[in-house]
Structures are given as structure tokens and as C-alpha cells.
């Protein structure tokens, strides 16, 4: 479940088919999954958008109040198809039914902490992955705390479409990351990561659409200047090449927003 006592001040959806972008909406209340009528009202979206039953790989930290948002479809509707006895336990991995579900979007909650002053851009260095394959990795691999990173773009190699901004749980609790030890980074960097190796491939449109969002958002929220918006690699002391030596800084610094 989501952490009851951090309440975004804001939630932004990321139209991936059309890359519209949603308007700026506060959230009443709490939006702990337990309190449906606490729920924001559903986002702008024209009623005659395709819709389709879809299987839903859950992935970490995901709630059936998020996922009823990424798919614009009531908690109820995907409560009852999966005959879900407790809504608020669902377990990574577990393989979810969404009836007429809108095409995926991106959900993205902001939170008050001015803890955040840098944004740092990684790649995952490997061709495949999600939220969830990294998750799985980061906890009995490294043996870290679950996912290291505060978001995941992803490359439609691990169930969820291109560009797909995957939230993980270190961002809905608002917790430091563990993806970046140089210059304390992790304490005080927000860690975004797009799945691909860009020292081989290139980064997908898609990802660089969603990347462009992210940090627009980010950055003008916890109000983090451009010079803080990082690579990995670029931050002092850090002694590696992500995210990939084939990352269109030119590119990707131009579409930023003044
Ligand atoms: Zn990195």
C-alpha cells in the first residue's frame, strides 16, 4: 500500500500515446487505497479512447488505487474481476486483470521534502529489465533495500510499454536512494533510470519524451537548477561511465524547459 502518511501534493499522468499532458490537479485528501471516496476525480480522458481488458504485471509498490489510475478504471472493477479479498495486499509479480482498461499512463506523485536538490540520470547497462526485474536484482543481488532507484523509464522489454515511468517505492515513501554513493548522492539525488545500454544502443524516443517530462516536472517542483541535473557519471567522484556514452546530453538539454 502506499504510504498512508505521505500525501502527494500533487500526481501528474503522462499520456503515453499522445504525449498530452494532463493538467495539474490537487489531490483532496488522503488517496490511501482503503478510502475510495477520497480518490481524485478520473483525468481527462475523451470517452471514446480504445479501451481493452489487459493483464497487469504488479510491480513494486504498486497499489490497486494506482493501478485503477494508470488504466483510468474504478478500484472496484479490478477488485471484483480478480476476486481480490484484500485489495491493499498485492504481491510484486502477482498478474492483475484490468477490464476496459484506457491505454497505460504514466502516474507521477510529487511530494513537499526539500531534501532534493540534484537529479541523476542512469541507465540500467543491460538490454532488458522493469522496476521489477530491478527490484528482484537490487534486493538479492546486492542485498539492498528492494529498488534503488526513485523511477524507472522503461524500453517495453519487461511488460509495460516504452517510455512507461515505472514509480518505485523509495519515491512513494520518500525514502534516499541507493543508486549513486558519490558526493552523498544518494541523500540528496533523485535517481532515474532508463532501462537500455547506451554505451551499445541508443535511447528510444519514447524514453527521451518521458525522460523530458520527468525532470520538467522535477526539477521545477523542488525547484533543482540545470546545473544539478547530472549523469551519473558526471558527479563528482563517481568513477563510471553511465549513463552510456551514446546519452544525447546536447539533445536532452535542449528540450529542458527555462
Ligand atoms: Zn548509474
Request: contains cysteine; glycine residues 6%.
Amino acid at each position: 500500500m502506499e504510504n498512508k502518511f505521505i500525501l502527494p501534493a500533487l500526481f501528474l499522468a503522462l499520456f503515453l500515446s499522445s504525449c498530452a499532458r494532463a493538467p495539474i490537479r490537487n489531490i483532496p485528501t488522503a488517496h490511501n487505497p482503503d478510502l475510495p471516496q477520497a480518490l481524485p476525480g478520473n483525468a481527462a480522458i475523451t470517452p471514446e479512447i480504445f479501451r481493452q481488458d489487459v493483464v497487469h504485471e504488479v510491480g513494486p509498490g504498486e497499489t490497486v488505487w494506482r493501478i485503477s489510475k494508470m488504466y483510468d478504471v474504478p478500484m472496484e472493477d479490478i477488485v471484483n474481476i480478480n476476486n481480490l479479498n484484500d485489495a491493499t495486499q498485492l504481491e510484486k509479480g502477482q498478474r492483475l486483470i484490468v477490464p476496459k482498461a484506457a491505454p497505460m499512463r504514466s502516474i507521477v506523485p510529487l511530494y513537499p521534502n526539500d531534501m532534493w536538490k540534484y537529479i541523476i540520470i542512469h541507465h540500467s547497462a543491460t538490454d532488458v529489465g522493469n522496476a521489477l526485474s530491478f527490484d528482484y536484482m537490487h534486493s538479492h543481488k546486492r542485498l539492498w533495500k528492494g529498488l534503488g532507484y526513485h523511477f524507472v523509464i522503461d524500453n517495453g522489454t519487461g511488460e509495460t510499454r516504452d517510455g512507461h515511468i515505472e514509480v518505485s517505492p523509495r519515491w512513494l515513501h520518500q525514502e534516499y536512494g541507493a543508486h549513486c554513493k558519490a558526493d552523498e548522492m544518494n541523500y540528496r539525488g533523485i535517481g532515474i533510470c532508463l532501462v537500455g545500454n547506451f554505451n551499445d544502443e541508443k535511447v528510444l524516443e519514447e524514453q527521451m519524451d518521458s525522460l523530458a517530462y520527468l525532470v520538467d516536472i522535477l526539477k521545477k517542483y523542488y525547484n533543482i537548477p540545470d546545473s544539478h541535473i547530472l549523469g551519473h557519471g558526471q558527479v563528482n567522484g563517481a568513477k563510471t561511465d553511465c549513463p552510456g556514452k551514446n546519452f544525447p546530453w546536447t539533445e536532452f538539454r535542449s528540450r529542458l524547459r527555462r
